[in-house]
């Protein structure tokens, strides 16, 4: 259990669905992050906040859409997706000088 | 290329072996974290190495950083079969801190 809580762990979408992947963490950190993990490709940065302000969008598409409400909650919504956005969607988070702290990942499947 | 090379991709030891995962990096390393992930799941975190010549060491796991050569190596003795996963590098860059670049792993099995 690392304090990170990432709901749902799987989710099948069409094409035309939107859906939103939610990131929860109880460890008063300042820092959030989404990661996209597809097969035998490192581990892609899409988006950081800090202090509940998006400090990086790494060229992401705009059918991702990030939103940060408060500093526990940390969204992805997800419009139009294509195939090859499927893969594992990782939240991590970050106190100061620390380690990433990683929730269990959402696993999307895109159909 | 990538930035963070990691070797072997792939990797099958018998149980009670040693073996080494190396991870190189083309650009100077201000921070060096070392992860493991089952398939599917979460990064959880092992070690990180801040300094040239660190090392560090967790029950049968070590890992050491050559500031020089720009790259990292994490030794396990005696793997158990609880070893297996996925072992991933991941640096900080840029040195601003914020943000990690990550290898693109290295699967281990430990067969019985």
């Known amino acids: 259990e690392t304090g990170v809580t990432q709901t749902p762990r799987h989710l099948v979408m069409g094409m035309t669905n939107k859906k939103s992947l939610k990131c929860e963490q109880h460890?008063?950190?300042?820092?959030m992050y989404w990661y996209k993990q597809s097969a035998k490709k490192p581990l892609e940065l899409m988006f950081v906040y800090n202090f509940k302000e998006q400090t990086e969008n790494n060229s992401v598409p705009s059918r991702f859409s990030p939103e940060c409400p408060n500093s526990s909650h940390l969204f992805l919504h997800l419009h139009t997706l294509q195939p090859e956005d499927s893969a594992l969607y990782l939240c991590a988070t970050r106190g100061a000088g620390e380690k990433l702290f990683f929730g269990s990942g959402t696993q999307l499947s895109v159909l | 290329s990538q930035e963070l090379e990691q070797s072997p991709q792939s990797l099958i030891v018998q149980e009670g072996k040693n073996l080494t995962i190396n991870c190189t990096s083309s650009?100077?390393?201000?921070?060096l974290y070392w992860y493991k992930q089952k398939y599917g799941e979460g990064l959880i975190f092992l070690m990180m190495l801040q300094k040239g010549g660190e090392e560090k060491s967790h029950e049968k796991i070590t890992a050491k950083l050559d500031e020089k050569k720009q790259q990292s190596s994490l030794h396990i003795t005696a793997s158990q079969p609880s070893h297996a996963g996925i072992y991933l590098c991941g640096a900080d860059l840029t040195g601003g801190g914020n943000k990690l670049t990550f290898g693109t792993g290295t699967q281990l099995k430990v067969e019985l």
């Open positions: 460890l008063g950190h300042n820092a």
């Open positions: 650009k100077t390393l201000y921070g």
